[in-house]
C-alpha cells in the first residue's frame, strides 16, 4: 500500500475547511484510506536512524505538519492532492 506525505495545510484548503487530527482520521477512513502517520520533515529528520544531519541542518528544516496517508492500490485516484 503506498504512503503519500501531504501538508496538511494544503489539504485542509483544498478540502475547504480545517480538521482536528481524529476528525481527518474518521473522514479518511471513510474514503477508505488510512492516516498512517502526523508528521514533519524536521521530526522525520530527527527520528531516522540513517540520516545524521547537524543542528543547523536540522533548523533550516520545515515544521509543517504532514499528513502520511495510507491509500490502498485500488484507490490510486486519491495519490494526488486533486484526488
Known amino acids: 500500500m503506498p504512503t503519500v506525505g501531504v501538508s496538511r495545510d494544503a489539504l485542509f484548503k483544498h478540502l475547504g475547511r480545517t480538521y482536528t487530527d481524529e476528525e481527518f482520521d474518521e473522514l479518511a477512513f471513510e474514503f477508505g484510506v488510512e492516516l498512517d502517520d502526523v508528521t514533519s520533515e ?3 529528520a ?8 547537524s543542528k543547523e541542518q536540522l533548523s533550516k528544516l520545515s515544521d509543517e505538519v504532514i499528513y502520511k496517508i495510507d491509500v490502498p492500490a485500488n484507490r490510486y485516484d486519491l495519490l494526488c492532492i486533486e484526488g
Open 42 to 44: 524536521r521530526e522525520e
Open 46 to 53: 530527527t527520528k531516522s536512524d540513517t540520516v545524521k544531519l
